[in-house]
């Protein structure tokens, strides 16, 4: 019986890479409850804290993105799951521009297209992450 | 590979971004019934700052039988102006405002208006000038008064000179031909300072001076900062000049940049700078009397029952109670000087009030960077506005100059501050 040898070289994240990554989920994730805030009370702090975390989220997860992509070439041969993380971090990250875009609006003109885009970049930003932080690495058939 | 997807994703962002410029007509809607288009955003706002540039040999253009000059030049953001019983000039020169910056937007919005700016420190000092030999050469320019707060509306009364610093009402006894204030001010009242994104308090006063009426902008474009912060800000105040005890007058204006008597009748009229970032085309910046007790829509509707959707929660009974205001200037001109004319000003342009444009930045193709002359009938405005001082935003889209105060002297002189260019000019009949 011949068994298909795979083996793996593990392309996992370097401790910085990982800081930046989980950071800028958390940023998103807390840009998503200030605008859930907001929406709900019409307090306009919550409209300049979701303004600020995703800004903070965009330079952390753009810095990541740098990683992912020093990764997707680093590696020996580029497997599925190298490019599926850093494209999705790509979207995660354009889509998030564009939401901050969105939170540059004055007052309620932020909604609701702001906390529409904010659940769709902070669920794509997590899956991004999860696969990044669990899978990444790349495969090597001998 | 998905290399192609990715590839359009970018391109999704670049044509996203594109959406941003807004265009916008050629000829605005001016005058007492505009007709406006709906309210549109792009993703980005419409940011389109001119590049400063020097005069040089160049002036203003004015109409033909008529002249300009440069009086005073060298000035600290000349800003409003008053002329005096005995033809004397004073310029109140500064800049305010103290709006800390609140979202990633402001830091970055803040950095390009900059650039259309004077690079000038604010002078917070009144300078006067003087033609004491009547030959149109204003030779005498001297500090009469310093250490001010960004002073801008000027008024004289009483034998007093009125000043609207940006955060109170101050004033100097004033003898004819004085040529400094012979002591620091007396404060008449405190004026409404906090944040101040709006800063320029626009003063005039009643005809027997018994009142004086100080315009107080917003605090935001739109509510942005919260509503707590808008309390007694988009109003026009009435101080009585005895007592300093006010009154809110008028409400809803949302930036009351300028303030002018009617003479004859005594009506209170202003010029008001209205919202931003809902297109090209809107709000029109306006010019009208101003009724006691109007409230003028200011966050919740513009141009009468124009619901602003930004602006929550909402006002239905306000909305409602908007007054539409007299004349559309037309959209983001940014009217920061009106003047009632005079005969002596001869022409066309003995009746009726002279408006200075300070121009644009919330548009791509670039208004106002002039000096309007709105011919009044019956005492109302009507027709279309007439171009009175242009050039100030050149053909080659560059800035030399940036219209605020205008004034209109006794021999029939029109006097246009210009806080790019921090000069002072003046415009006459040709002999």
Not at chain 2, 134 to 160: H, I, Q, S
Not at chain 2, 161 to 176: E, G, R
Not at chain 2, 255 to 279: C, F, H, K, Y
Request: aromatic share 8%; net charge neutral.
């Amino acid at each position: 019986m011949t068994v298909a040898a795979h083996h793996y070289h593990p392309v996992r994240p370097g401790p910085l890479h990982a800081l930046l990554l989980a950071g800028s989920v958390s940023l998103f994730i807390g840009g998503l409850l200030s605008d859930i805030a907001y929406y709900q009370t019409l307090q306009i702090q919550w409209a300049n804290f979701a303004a600020w975390l995703i800004a903070g989220a965009l330079l952390l997860s753009g810095l990541a993105l740098l990683f992912a992509l020093g990764n997707l070439f680093g590696a020996r041969f580029r497997g599925r799951r190298p490019a599926a993380y850093f494209l999705l971090l790509l979207l995660a990250w354009v889509l998030g521009l564009v939401n901050a875009f969105e939170h540059a609006k004055d007052a309620w003109a932020v909604m609701p297209s702001g906390l529409i885009l904010s659940v769709v970049v902070t669920v794509l930003s997590l899956v991004a992450a999860w696969i990044g932080l669990s899978n990444l690495r790349s495969e090597v058939v001998r | 590979m998905s290399t192609p997807r990715a590839l359009s994703v970018l391109g999704l962002a670049v044509l996203l971004a594109a959406c941003g410029n807004e265009g916008g007509s050629d000829t605005q809607a001016r005058g007492p019934d505009p007709k406006l288009p709906e309210p549109q955003r792009g993703l980005l706002p419409s940011m389109k700052i001119a590049e400063p540039a020097p005069w040089g040999d160049r002036t203003p253009r004015v109409p033909q039988g008529y002249t300009i000059t440069a009086i005073a030049t060298d000035l600290r953001i000349p800003r409003q102006m008053l002329v005096l019983p005995n033809g004397d000039i004073l310029v109140a020169e500064g800049r305010g405002g103290n709006a800390p910056k609140l979202k990633p937007k402001d830091v970055i919005a803040g950095y390009i208006k900059a650039q259309g700016n004077t690079q000038v420190k604010g002078g917070n000092r009144l300078t006067l000038l003087r033609d004491a030999d009547g030959d149109g050469k204003y030779e005498l320019k001297t500090v009469f008064a310093e250490n001010l707060n960004a002073p801008y509306g000027l008024a004289f009364a009483n034998g007093r000179i009125y000043v609207a610093n940006q955060d109170a009402l101050v004033s100097f006894p004033y003898q004819d031909g004085q040529t400094q204030a012979s002591s620091a001010p007396d404060k008449l009242v405190d004026l409404p300072a906090a944040i101040n994104h709006h800063w320029t308090k626009a003063l005039t006063v009643s005809p027997d001076g018994r009142y004086l009426y100080v315009g107080i902008g917003s605090n935001s474009n739109v509510g942005e900062r919260g509503m707590d912060v808008e309390v007694d800000r988009a109003v026009i105040w009435q101080i009585d000049a005895q007592s300093g005890a006010h009154k809110t007058y008028a409400t809803g204006v949302r930036n009351p940049t300028a303030l002018a008597m009617q003479p004859g009748s005594g009506q209170l009229w202003a010029v008001a700078n209205e919202r931003d970032e809902i297109g090209p085309d809107l709000v029109p910046d306006y010019l009208t009397s101003i009724r006691e007790g109007g409230f003028y829509g200011w966050p919740y509707s513009y141009w009468g029952q124009n619901v602003d959707t930004r602006a929550q929660p909402q006002d239905p009974a306000k909305v409602a109670a908007a007054i539409k205001p007299d004349y559309s200037l037309g959209s983001h001109v940014a009217a920061l000087g009106l003047s009632f004319s005079t005969a002596a000003v001869g022409g066309q342009f003995s009746d009726g009030v002279f408006i200075g444009e300070h121009g644009s930045w919330n548009r791509d193709k670039p208004v106002g960077y002039r000096v309007v002359f709105v011919p009044f009938q019956q005492g109302r405005p009507m027709g279309e506005p007439i171009d009175f001082a242009t050039g100030f935003y050149g053909d080659d889209g560059k800035t030399r100059g940036r219209p605020v105060g205008v004034a209109v002297d006794q021999r029939g002189g029109v006097i246009i501050a210009d806080d790019l260019a921090n000069t002072v000019w003046r415009v006459t009949r040709t002999p």
